[in-house]
């Protein structure tokens, strides 16, 4: 069972920048897509960015240029560079791998962005 420990989360000011990261327990290099995902109070979770094998990228339109996401296959990690944070990033983190069809998520880290 592969498994996805995130860290990094906290509490930082408007403007600020957090580092996430994704450890998994085995190699992801199989991986074909490594991701994160988030999810505010009262809203669905939803896609912030996400990285393919190939090294091709995704971001939410609300994240764009102020968050960057890498994955380190050698490292089994993957991580979320966030920059210029606003309170509306506020949210649990949550890290997601998919192998294949199927898809392991970890337990999420809370972000948390002071006006």
């Known amino acids: 069972q592969v498994q996805l420990v995130e860290s990094g989360g906290g509490l930082v000011q408007t403007g600020g920048s957090l580092r996430l990261s994704c450890a998994a327990s085995e190699n992801i290099f199989g991986f074909n897509v490594m991701g994160w995902y988030r999810q505010a109070p009262g809203k669905q979770r939803e896609l912030v960015a996400d990285m393919t094998s190939g090294s091709t990228t995704n971001y939410a339109d609300s994240v764009k240029g102020r968050f960057t996401i890498s994955r380190d296959n050698a490292k089994n990690t993957v991580d979320l560079q966030m920059n210029s944070l606003k309170p509306e990033d506020t949210a649990v983190y949550y890290c997601?791998?998919?192998?294949?069809?199927?898809?392991?998520w970890g337990q999420g880290t809370q972000v948390t962005v002071s006006s």
């Open positions: 997601k791998g998919s192998l294949g069809l199927v898809g392991y």
